[in-house]
């Protein structure tokens, strides 16, 4: 433990799936002591992370990240909210985006807890890195400095390069749709589509997100940083992330019940896809690789799915 | 008929004589202090400002040459008197910095912000607020009624039909003896300032500190009262940064000692009559820092915001705002020095032509807020969304300690002005004049399918509505918003939330026609048409928001959808 670290404060993790349990193995291995809240309290047998079903115990802690599937934020959040006040910072790790107009997840938080030094954690970062420490970059979003500066203490280290910007929603909206494109992929590499038009198809995806971010307040730049393209880089990269292994159970024939199940863990692309396509419609944004996401998952052949792209009108 | 002769006389400070101090009551408004205390407060201004910048020689040279080639830019192009006399000082500044010791170059960053300091300050005199009290009323009765002027001495029976408050008053009035209370309201017109101090006398709240664009002095009546009221002078000529710099201190100072003050976060008047959605926070964010500085010494002095709305059925500057805002140009012509505002004879117009409506004018207070966006109890304590108390002081805490942070505070003003704007759709209250010309304009709208904007603005006088149907429309759309204000989205003048709808067409062609140059709308045999569409935008802007959701005819579904799309979404 650094000598800068002798009197660090206790970190906070909500959630004990692979990814909360990940950025608390990485804040233990940082020198810092972990409350991790989990619904099937079970230890981790690392000394440093007491794992409690309490949230006040995790109030106890400044920083305090959340690992929990957007479908839940709300409810969490107000449950939590109820242990916090104004000097907590929040950072949440989710791919998602809430109901029909997309709601950021930081929006949620603000709006059910007290919390207002809020930030997102995205970028080429899967669970399994963080819980074994292999070289990775992460980067957060967030309206607040003194945010960025808590995670970088709390679990940045040699292994972890952070850095840090102050677009919070693009980062959000970027994580999110690099959640989509990588079922997208898992799909398409399935089906047998070729490197070029999967290229052409990651590229447009990518020009796409960027016009939903743009609509949503986010900035482009955004888009070309970690929490965008090098995030889908390391899908491509074959990182094996949970998106990318359902989009291709469902090309290889798997129900979408069945591609979860198989999966084991919750997938925000399967929802978001059906969604960002109607807000594209609602707002007149084309988003045609988005509808054709949403009709494959809805069952649609790849091949017409694509088909279908490729022969639309010139843009 | 303008003021402009009188023009130098009201840029300077006219004050009264006074032979001994006044003595501040303690049941007096925290302002009544502002006299005793104004040396004191330049002062830390002063000292706060030249700390900040004299800490090394880089960049002290930094603020000077900024400042002097902004001043002489600004001068250069001014010529006037005050070009004539201080050019030659920061040209002689500009070729001496290089040669200045670095006591000199401290010693001129002091003057320099001194200066400012001194300029921005303004003046409380408590007998003109005790004859602007009286006074005031009467004399705008006087330009409105000239017949009703002998009651009017008797009573204030006009001004109060005409200005309507709204809002939870007494929370307010609890408030301003439990903290400071910031008012940040949405700004349409120069006639806000007037109105809104009017608004607090009117319902006994105490009356506040603002900055007022240096433009407005150039009237010599608002001018002598804007100088003995609190007013501080905001000269927007001035771009160079550490003039900003004292405008933010001076009102942080301010609210740290527990001043009353206004903001417009508009920052200027709307020029689309769009409800502000971009605001600047400069100023507010003072008040965030303000919160914080005391809670770092000590100082347990919370700052509650409270969101506005103006509401006018009738703006007085509307058709030159409009036209402002349509131009490309007018995105650089940012202070109108020749509009409306400044002519006589159109002020006597419009206070004639709004006489005898009931709430011509709405003040809206909205909840009040603490500097995070929380609700605010009774008490004056801050509450999460769950309804549990908090310590506002914990969102300025690191580690248990409260901190001093501009970057913090920068970013809590941002989100403090999300919360704003969402309050100032909620409490907006839709006038007969907004309704009326919604409903022209989107029948325009769907007439004109595949035009852009610009172009349907050429479309003058081609547009009818027969007058049964267009009074069937308005009705609808009443009952559509009067059904939203039980929601909560916004809210309808009370004036004519029972009204025939009829009556709701009558009382717009009525306030339009024959104040603004232009005719709004004109109606002849049975149909109403919209002759001048560019004034039905301005009016019609108000409801942009509400759009798609007041939409009762699914004919008018796709021209609602267009006119949401109106000054881009948020």
Redesign the interface.
Same mark, same amino acid.
Do not use: K, M
């Given at each position: 433990m650094s000598d800068a670290r002798q009197d660090a404060?206790p970190i906070g993790v909500v959630g004990g799936g692979a990814f909360g349990r990940g950025i608390a193995k990485a804040a233990a291995r940082t020198g810092h002591d972990v409350y991790l809240w989990s619904r099937g309290a079970r230890e981790l047998g690392d000394p440093r992370i007491r794992v409690t079903s309490r949230f006040a115990d995790v109030g106890e802690a &400044?920083l305090i990240f959340l690992a929990v599937p957007s479908n839940a934020i709300a409810t969490i959040g107000?449950e939590l909210?109820?242990h916090l006040?104004?000097?907590h910072l929040l950072v949440h790790v989710s791919r998602g985006l809430v109901g029909p107009e997309l709601t950021p997840i930081s929006r949620l938080l603000?709006?059910?807890? =007290?919390s207002?030094?809020v930030g997102a954690l995205a970028g080429p970062l899967v669970a399994e890195a963080l819980i074994e420490g292999t070289p990775s970059g992460v980067i957060v979003g967030t309206?607040? =400095? &003194?945010v960025g500066e808590a995670v970088r203490e709390a679990i940045a280290g040699p292994q972890l390069r952070l850095y840090v910007t102050p677009d919070i929603v693009g980062v959000e909206v970027a994580s999110a749709m690099v959640g989509l494109l990588a079922l997208a992929a898992g799909h398409a590499q399935a089906s047998g589509v070729g490197p070029a038009a999967l290229a052409t198809f990651l590229t447009r995806g990518i020009a796409e997100a960027t016009r939903v971010a743009a609509?949503l307040g986010a900035e482009p730049d955004t888009f070309v940083g970690l929490a965008g393209v090098g995030d889908l880089l390391a899908v491509m990269a074959g990182d094996e992330r949970p998106e990318e292994r359902l989009g291709r159970a469902l090309a290889e024939g798997a129900t979408l019940e069945r591609a979860v199940e198989i999966v084991g863990a919750n997938i925000e692309g399967v929802s978001l896809a059906r969604r960002v396509a109607d807000f594209g419609a609602r &707002?007149r944004i084309a988003v045609p690789i988005c509808n054709a996401i949403a009709d494959v998952i809805d069952g649609m052949p790849a091949q017409e799915a694509l088909r279908a792209l490729m022969t639309r009108g010139s843009t | 008929m303008r003021f402009r002769p009188l023009r130098a006389l009201s840029e300077r400070p006219l004050r009264l004589p006074r032979l001994r101090p006044y003595v501040p009551q303690p049941s007096d408004p925290p302002i009544f202090w502002f006299d005793s205390e104004r040396k004191d407060i330049v002062r830390e201004v002063v000292q706060r400002v030249t700390q900040r910048h004299t800490a090394d020689r880089r960049r002290m040279e930094l603020v000077l040459n900024e400042t002097a080639l902004a001043e002489i830019r600004r001068l250069e192009s001014q010529r006037d008197a005050e070009s004539r006399e201080r050019l030659p000082q920061w040209r002689g500044l500009a070729r001496r910095i290089a040669r200045l010791s670095d006591v000199e170059k401290r010693d001129a960053v002091r003057d320099i912000v001194t200066r400012y300091a001194e300029d921005v300050a303004g003046n409380f005199d408590p007998r003109v607020y005790g004859f602007s009290k009286q006074a005031v009323p009467k004399l705008l009765a006087g330009v409105m009624a000239p017949s009703r002027l002998p009651e009017e001495l008797i009573g204030e029976t006009l001004i109060g039909e005409l200005l309507r408050v709204e809002g939870d008053i007494e929370h307010l009035r609890r408030l301003q003896d439990r903290g400071t209370l910031v008012y940040v309201p949405t700004h349409s017109s120069n006639l806000d300032s007037v109105v809104i101090g009017r608004a607090f006398e009117q319902v006994g709240l105490s009356p506040v500190v603002y900055g007022a664009g240096k433009n407005l002095f150039t009237n010599p009546f608002l001018s002598f009262f804007m100088h003995n009221l609190g007013a501080y002078r905001v000269d927007r000529r001035v771009t160079a940064s550490v003039y900003k710099e004292v405008l933010k201190t001076f009102s942080q100072v301010m609210i740290e000692r527990g001043y009353h003050s206004l903001f417009f976060p508009g920052g200027t008047r709307s020029r689309s009559n769009l409800i502000e959605s971009h605001l600047k926070l400069g100023l507010a964010g003072s008040a965030v820092s303000a919160f914080a500085n005391n809670r770092v010494h000590g100082v347990d002095r919370n700052v509650y915001f409270v969101p506005a709305t103006i509401n006018y059925e009738l703006v007085l500057e509307g058709e030159t705002l409009v036209e402002d805002w349509l131009k490309e140009e007018g995105k650089a012509r940012y202070i109108i020095e020749d509009d409306e505002f400044s002519k006589l004879d159109r002020w006597i117009a419009f206070f004639r032509k709004i006489v005898g409506l009931q709430a011509a004018c709405i003040i809206r207070f909205g909840r009040p807020i603490d500097c995070? !966006?929380?609700e605010v109890d009774d008490e004056g304590h801050s509450t999460?969304?769950?309804g549990?108390s908090? *310590?506002? !002081?914990?969102?300025?805490?690191?580690? !248990?300690k409260p901190v001093n *942070?501009f970057?913090?505070d920068a970013?809590?003003t941002?989100?403090l002005s999300d919360v704003i704007v969402d309050r100032y759709r909620e409490e907006t209250v839709l006038m007969a004049t907004s309704l009326v010309a919604h409903v022209l304009f989107r029948r325009l709208v769907r007439e004109t399918p595949g035009l852009d904007l610009f172009a349907r603005l050429r479309v003058r006088g081609e547009i009818a509505m027969p007058r049964e149907e267009l009074i069937a429309e308005v009705g609808a759309l009443r009952d559509r918003l009067v059904h939203l204000q039980t929601q909560r989205v916004v809210r309808v003048n009370d004036a004519i939330a029972t009204l025939d709808p009829r009556v709701i067409v009558e009382r717009a062609l009525a306030v339009w026609n024959g104040y603004h140059t232009r005719v709004a709308a004109k109606e002849l045999e049975a149909t109403v048409t919209a002759e001048d569409p560019t004034l039905l935008l301005y009016y019609q802007n108000r409801l942009v928001p509400f759009a798609t959701r007041v939409v009762t005819n699914a004919a008018d579904e796709a021209a609602a959808a267009e006119i949401a799309r109106i000054g881009g979404?948020r």
């Open positions: 404060l &400044e107000r909210g109820g006040d104004g000097s603000r709006d059910s807890t =007290p207002r030094r309206n607040f =400095p &003194e609509s &707002e | 995070f !966006g929380n999460t969304p769950s549990r908090i *310590d506002p !002081g914990t969102y300025v805490e690191r580690r !248990g *942070d970057a913090r970013a809590y941002r989100e979404r």
